[in-house]
């Protein structure tokens, strides 16, 4: 290995998807035929180029492994896994020739095909991307495919760069990836470790070949408390691990990033390996000021690449406190970079891209563009001292100055009625005596709804794309999902549901609906960032104390409500989700924010029920979602998350009967927090995993209201008659019947009405031989 320097200043990776979703077209255009293998492969080309220029303009060096090659068409674990050979089984057949895949074949891995299921999707870490999870059996048979991964970096050589290939890292890989289904019990991922590292030694060798002079290995998964693994284990595989990778012969210097947490205990045995830079994320964690002697002159020796700049969130922050933090690191190495905190892959590409926001609030963002730019500024800084940058420093602490002075930032009132809060606020009245209440709402046993959103038909969507562009009024606008919700009321009459929604096809997304009816949140343009695949979000940012001008939804709700003689139930997104799936502010803690929120929905859930709405549900699918990767840190998030959707919630009167909706089924971890959310009603998602929920919730002493879905969304199956009958006889079994509801897995906004329409048929004459079964075996017990 040759020595080789670091860069000064660098990211931790860029977003993909383009300025301007061009990725995201180009892939879908891809799977639905329009354009073929080598016309995607040259629009994924040209961004890669643009994503080169932009950043050595912004001021990434060109020649010194400062820009990293972080594309990826669908997913990077994805990508690792297609590198080391490690596909499932049931997708053999799809190796080429030579045993590696061509683009078809990848994507098939990433969406499945027939009834080859995909690879399971779950959550990056505690952001908002999600991942494929990797499937690792006994046999598992790892051979290396790094063509792509040797020809972009090929590609950038051949263009005028050296850039630094970035992978995920084998202990992140093997810790992130679960055993096949056919793997032996008892058998864990990383107990390949040692079979795993020899291929990424030979990867290194190649990059090495290519001419890298650097390689960026994310090995993520060493800050996280919340993997299903002991410390001790993923402690001792960075030794396993590294010491193989470090004495290779033939390889790039490596660069070893930790994002999204401190390092904690496992920082000595990174330290300790032989490797030559490690990436730390001091937005999120810190470096101790003492270590062990021998854990800091091990780091002495490495370059300590520092995460000051945040890659999660979209402040322009302070950048005076970032140059200080990272001066004084230098006292603790005498090579010190700066850097992002995390990918950038978290936020949007450019505040200059959005005209339409507040100038003031403008200039206190920092998409990943300002971002990139702050990177090269300090570490200009660092290159020529702080003088040479205090033009900068300074800029940035007036903007922080000015924010923390803008009218909206702090609104007096919202923090009185804040600050006014008593412990009753939080509390409803008992179970039992709402359960009596509520018995006037009269529904049958094993009473029918769904999660709240019908199929969003392409006449939606353009009714709202009309109204954004001005070729339709607001009252025609109005007018046009009035008429959607009538027929949305006429057809579940028709199909005889107990409890009714209105379907929200007003609401172009859960969060976003609401953030723009909210004061204290803006709305991007262009501020889309990748959630998977080809999938975007486009995040509200929540800049100000919220609080609510007018009711949100309930003429919505009345009006459904005066269409029919059931019970419509109001749907409102709870707050833990509203923040989860926003821009949060960061000068404020989160618990003040979310109660915030809880205070305005709080008063729209009065509104509700002052307009006759007797049923509320409170969507909160994101309350496990943000629950902290330390595990110190999860009691003081689960005591704000759920105080906040109980302060929301509890002005309801007992006889109105209070909904929540959660998107997953792993209830194991957060079962406490369910319970204590006190809703009366709960909805999860168990159709997929065949009910195997309810054992946990019979077990856990759960004694609300449960209904487990039985109708799997995400797939565009429609499950049969006897398919439902089963589940819901599995649900019989173990959870009382005047407990259990029955409805999908979650909303039907992404299915198409076919298939709706079929698969709600299909749970009610499910429901309705359920019901009668058990009203033979009552009569013949008697
Ligand atoms: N009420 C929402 C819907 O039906 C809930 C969506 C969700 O949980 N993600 O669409
Ligand atoms: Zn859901």
């Given at each position: 290995m040759t020595e080789t320097t670091f860069p000064t200043g660098t990211i931790i990776g860029y977003p993909r998807i383009g300025r301007r979703r061009e990725l995201k077209r180009a892939v879908e255009s891809f799977w639905a035929g329009r354009i073929d293998?080598?016309?995607?492969?040259?629009?994924?080309?040209?961004?890669?180029?643009?994503?080169?220029?932009?950043?050595?303009?912004?001021?990434?060096a060109r020649t010194?492994?400062?820009?990293?090659?972080?594309?990826?068409?669908?997913?990077?674990?994805?990508?690792?896994?297609?590198?080391?050979?490690?596909?499932?089984?049931?997708?053999?057949r799809l190796r080429g020739a030579d045993g590696g895949l061509d683009l078809a074949g990848y994507f098939t891995i990433a969406r499945g095909e027939g009834d080859d299921a995909p690879l399971e999707m779950t959550k990056w870490f505690d952001s908002n991307y999600h991942y494929l999870v990797p499937e690792i059996s006994p046999e598992t048979s790892f051979s290396l495919h790094a063509e792509r991964i040797v020809a972009e970096f090929v590609e950038a050589r051949e263009a005028g760069y050296l850039t630094r290939p970035v992978v995920v890292g084998p202990v992140t890989f093997l810790l992130l990836a679960k055993a096949a289904d056919d793997a032996p019990d008892g058998f864990r991922p990383i107990d390949r470790l040692d079979d795993l590292v020899p291929v990424y030694a030979a990867l290194l060798a190649e990059l090495a070949a290519a001419g890298a002079e650097w390689v960026q290995l994310d090995e993520p998964a060493l800050v996280s408390e919340s993997i299903d693994e002991s410390r001790d284990r993923v402690i001792a595989s960075i030794g396993a691990a590294y010491d193989v990778l470090g004495a290779a012969e033939a390889r790039p210097s490596i660069f070893v990033a930790a994002p999204y947490g401190a390092l904690d205990d496992a920082l000595p045995a990174l330290a300790a390996a032989p490797v030559e830079a490690i990436g730390l994320d001091l937005v999120r964690g810190s470096l101790p000021d003492a270590l062990d002697p021998a854990t800091e002159e091990s780091l002495a020796a490495k370059t300590l690449v520092a995460g000051v700049v945040d890659g999660h969130n979209i402040w322009r922050g302070d950048l005076a406190a970032a140059f200080a933090h990272v001066e004084a690191l230098q006292s603790r190495s005498a090579s010190v970079a700066v850097a992002t905190s995390t990918s950038l892959l978290h936020v949007p590409h450019d505040v200059d891209d959005e005209s339409r926001l507040d100038a003031r609030l403008v200039g206190w963002l920092a998409f990943a563009d300002q971002k990139v730019a702050q990177v090269a500024t300090l570490a200009r800084g660092l290159v020529e001292g702080r003088d040479a940058i205090a033009g900068e420093l300074d800029a940035a602490s007036v903007a922080l100055a000015d924010r923390a002075a803008a009218p909206g930032v702090r609104v007096p009132a919202v923090r009185e009625r804040l600050a006014g809060l008593q412990r009753g606020d939080f509390s409803r009245a008992d179970y039992d005596e709402r359960l009596i209440a509520q018995e006037s709402l009269d529904l049958p046993e094993l009473p029918t709804t769904t999660i709240g959103s019908f199929p969003q038909t392409g006449e939606i969507r353009r009714a709202r794309a009309s109204l954004a562009s001005g070729a339709i009024s607001a009252a025609e606008y109005t007018g046009l999902m009035r008429e959607e919700i009538a027929r949305v009321i006429r057809l579940q009459e028709e199909l005889g549901l107990d409890v009714l929604v209105h379907g929200e096809p007003e609401r172009n997304d859960m969060v976003q609906y609401f953030a723009e009816l909210l004061d204290g949140f803006a709305v991007t343009e262009h501020g889309w960032v990748q959630s998977y695949g080809s999938r975007c979000t486009r995040p509200s940012i929540l800049w100000g104390d919220v609080s609510r001008p007018e009711p949100m939804t309930v003429a919505w709700a009345e009006y459904a409500q005066s269409l029919t003689r059931r019970q419509v139930k109001g749907m409102l997104t709870g707050p833990v989700?509203?923040?989860?799936?926003?821009?949060?502010?960061?000068?404020?803690?989160?618990?003040?924010?979310?109660?915030?929120?809880?205070?305005?929905?709080?008063?729209?859930?009065?509104?509700?029920e002052a307009a006759g709405i007797r049923i509320i549900q409170v969507d909160e699918p994101a309350l496990r979602e943000l629950l902290p990767l330390k595990l110190a840190d999860q009691p003081a998030y689960l005591d704000w998350s759920v105080g906040s959707f109980r302060l929301a919630t509890a002005g309801a009167a007992s006889a109105t009967q209070v909904h929540t909706h959660l998107c997953y089924s792993e209830f194991g971890v957060i079962i406490d927090a369910i319970k204590n959310l006190d809703a009366d009603v709960t909805s999860i998602e168990a159709a997929r995993s065949r009910m195997e929920v309810v054992d946990d919730l019979a077990t856990s002493g759960f004694d609300h209201g449960i209904g487990p879905g039985v109708y799997d969304i995400h797939s565009p199956r429609v499950p049969s008659v006897d398919e439902v009958t089963t589940l819901l006889e599995r649900a019989v079994a173990e959870i009382p019947a005047n407990r259990l509801w029955v409805n999908p897995d979650c909303g039907l906004k992404t299915r198409g009405y076919d298939e709706t329409v079929a698969s709600l048929e299909h749970i009610i004459e499910a429901t309705r031989s359920v019901r009668a079964s058990r009203l033979e075996h009552v009569g013949a017990a008697s």
């Open positions: 293998a080598a016309e995607l492969e040259a629009t994924a080309a040209e961004l890669r180029a643009a994503t080169r220029a932009r950043l050595a303009d912004l001021g990434l010194d492994s400062a820009i990293p090659e972080s594309f990826s068409f669908y997913d990077q674990v994805l990508d690792a896994a297609v590198a080391v050979g490690a596909i499932p089984a049931r997708f053999e989700t509203i923040l989860a799936w926003s821009f949060v502010r960061d000068d404020l803690p989160l618990g003040d924010t979310a109660r915030q929120v809880a205070l305005a929905l709080r008063d729209e859930i009065g509104d509700l």
